[in-house]
């Protein structure tokens, strides 16, 4: 079993930037893939970064990808998501997720492969 815990949320200005965390315990041997979803009030649950390993990046989102980053410290089993020029339609809860890399692929762009998930952090964005 894995643990995942998000922290780093809060209320942020239009235009800001926030960084969030998330630290994983527990058996992470077979972890390969990592990735950020989001899901705000009446809305469907989205991806928004995933990366396999430390430098296959996967942009769920289109919008992040001149925005956020994704990184990961094997050291710490620690993952981030730096957002940066956040906007109002950012808000959401934000998820962390782990699973095993996916058949064939060092790259996590079947978001089937996330089998553990944290319980998200709030981000609010707004002025």
């Known amino acids: 079993q894995v643990q995942l815990v998000e922290s780093g949320g809060g209320s942020v200005q239009p235009g800001g930037s926030q960084t969030l965390s998330c630290a994983m315990s527990?058996?992470?041997?077979?972890?390969?893939?990592m990735g950020w979803f989001r899901q705000a009030p009446g809305k469907e649950r989205e991806g928004v970064l995933g990366?396999?390993?430390?430098?296959?990046?996967?942009y769920y989102l289109a919008s992040a990808k001149s925005r956020f980053t994704i990184s990961r410290d094997n050291a710490t089993n620690t993952l981030y998501l730096r957002m940066d020029t956040l906007n109002p339609e950012d808000s959401a809860k934000y998820y962390c997720?782990?699973?095993?890399?996916?058949?064939?692929?060092?790259?996590?762009?079947?978001?089937?492969?996330?089998?553990?998930w944290g319980q998200g952090t709030q981000v609010t964005v707004s002025s």
């Open positions: 997720a782990a699973g095993p890399p996916w058949p064939g692929s060092p790259y996590c762009d079947n978001e089937l492969v996330y089998r553990y």
């Open positions: 527990g058996d992470t041997r077979s972890i390969h893939c």
């Open positions: 990366l396999g390993g430390l430098i296959f990046t996967t």
